[in-house]
């Protein structure tokens, strides 16, 4: 019975040497090897597995939708540093200075033009608290609803395309289908692209950008004292409505050439990815923020980024050899084969742990760890692998906001004034965190706001 079990304390002992702060690549490979060493000579674990492993890291250097990650860590990296963002924050926060609430949402209409653009959300936070928190604060916003709008806003960055998330995600469900189709018998020509979870985050990602507004919009309509409408004067407005449509047009039109080419199928998401870098560095170098030391500090940013990322696939790959070595597919499956309810509780139970896990690890690991060991399972129960990758995005992107543990409020903190209390950052993003929740629930209801775009195409 406890040989059954091994796969459960793998995924155990990953967890504890995570929490103790030891390296999450090595730690994925170190106690995958431990596993299966302590199988071999316990004669319970066949060491043939192990020859597999080198096919596996030629198939990952192979893998060309991997060559996008790169180049979006390039691309967000150019435009972090090419201040686009401020001059659009500045225009548009005067142009909606007459709506209630009118700096919020040009905030969050901000923060989603970024997570657009970089698909990173430390990056997407940090940069939205350095540059927006200190004008929210002078223009007497209170300090849990700036933190909790920034963070939120920041966060946009796992849904809205290009999304890091949706490139690792679509690269690892599209695997765990091929086994789902495997255990079945079934071969269907059918494959599930990086491109088609892009376009079917279209809508839950404008949806939920939708939500964050008529947030701001009705707080700031409901309770003037905590979000103050800014007065400006008419000219002002003329002016800076304008320059907002001069900010507007190099970032929709980097927005446009990279998902666009996607949507219309005239390039892949990597050769997107490659047209976005080179289009972010012409912007850089139009706003006169391009030079030889900026290029050396981003490509060495994107250097250490992707190699981290490439080091944990490779350790979660491993991993992922030695638990099915051990059964844990099959556990898995008996496990949620005799739950009540069938697929729909096997789903709930899956987001719920993935939501936990958020707390403590972050989402490369949980994509390559959690995803190839219940994926394949879901999808051989039925479950729509498009909208399985869509809810697992908002799912984490949830997690990423939810206290104590919330990577967002983390990156939050490092960059607020010691003025605002940790307490203020946890309270501000409670109402970001119930709106997530019921898209969430909107999309398990009605499944089509995630399948019905991609259906068209």
Not at 143 to 161: K, R, W, Y
Not at 166 to 192: C, E, H, M, N, R
Not at 241 to 260: A, H, K, N, Q, Y
Request: hydrophobic content about 60%; charged content about 10%; some cysteine.
């Amino acid at each position: 019975m406890l040989i059954e079990l091994i796969p459960l304390f793998m995924f155990a002992a990953i967890c504890i040497f995570l929490m103790l702060g030891y390296p999450v690549a090595f730690t994925l490979g170190g106690v995958a090897l431990a596993f299966a060493a302590f199988g071999i000579v316990g004669g319970i674990f066949d060491p043939n597995l192990l020859k597999s492993f080198p096919s596996r890291l030629y198939g990952i250097m192979n893998n060309y939708t991997l060559v996008a990650v790169p180049l979006f860590v390039f691309m967000g990296g150019i435009l972090e540093k090419s201040r686009l963002a401020e001059d659009l924050l500045e225009n548009m926060s005067k142009a909606c200075g007459r709506l209630p609430g009118g700096l919020g949402i040009s905030v969050v209409l901000v923060g989603a033009m970024l997570a657009a653009s970089t698909g990173i959300v430390g990056a997407t936070v940090v940069t939205m608290g350095l540059m927006s928190l200190p004008l929210m604060l002078k223009r007497g916003y209170a300090p849990s609803f700036a933190c909790g709008t920034i963070c939120a806003t920041g966060t946009l960055g796992q849904i809205i395309p290009p999304s890091i998330v949706l490139v690792l995600l679509g690269d690892v469900l599209s695997s765990a289908y091929q086994q789902a189709q495997l255990k079945l018998g079934v071969f269907s020509p059918k494959t599930i692209s990086v491109g088609d979870l892009f376009i079917a985050a279209i809508v839950p990602g404008l949806a939920l950008v939708a939500l964050y507004m008529l947030y701001v919009f009705f707080t700031a309509w409901l309770r003037p004292n905590i979000v103050p409408r800014i007065q400006i004067d008419e000219a002002e407005e003329q002016v800076s409505f304008i320059r907002v449509l001069l900010s507007l047009l190099p970032v929709m039109l980097l927005i446009g050439l990279v998902l666009g080419s996607i949507l219309i199928g005239a390039a892949t998401p990597t050769e997107a990815a490659g047209v976005g870098a080179l289009g972010a560095c012409l912007l850089a170098l139009w706003k006169k923020q391009f030079n030889v030391a900026r290029l050396r500090e981003v490509s060495r940013s994107t250097i250490q980024i992707s190699a981290m990322i490439f080091m944990i696939l490779i350790g979660a790959s491993l991993f992922s050899l030695v638990f099915r070595g051990f059964g844990g597919e099959e556990l898995v499956h008996s496990f949620f084969s005799q739950l009540p309810g069938g697929v729909f509780t096997a789903v709930f139970l899956v987001m719920l742990v993935m939501f936990l896990l958020g707390f403590i690890l972050d989402f490369i690991e949980i994509i390559f760890v959690v995803v190839p060991i219940v994926g394949p399972v879901l999808l051989a129960m039925g479950v729509d692998p498009i909208w399985l990758g869509i809810m697992i995005a908002v799912n984490l992107q949830t997690s990423f906001l939810t206290p104590p543990f919330g990577f967002a409020l983390f990156y939050l903190r490092g960059v607020a004034p010691a003025s605002i209390k940790t307490s203020e950052i946890y309270r501000g993003v409670i109402p970001f965190i119930i709106l997530q929740l019921l898209l969430l629930c909107a999309m398990s209801v009605w499944p089509g706001l995630v399948t019905w775009l991609p259906e068209q195409m």
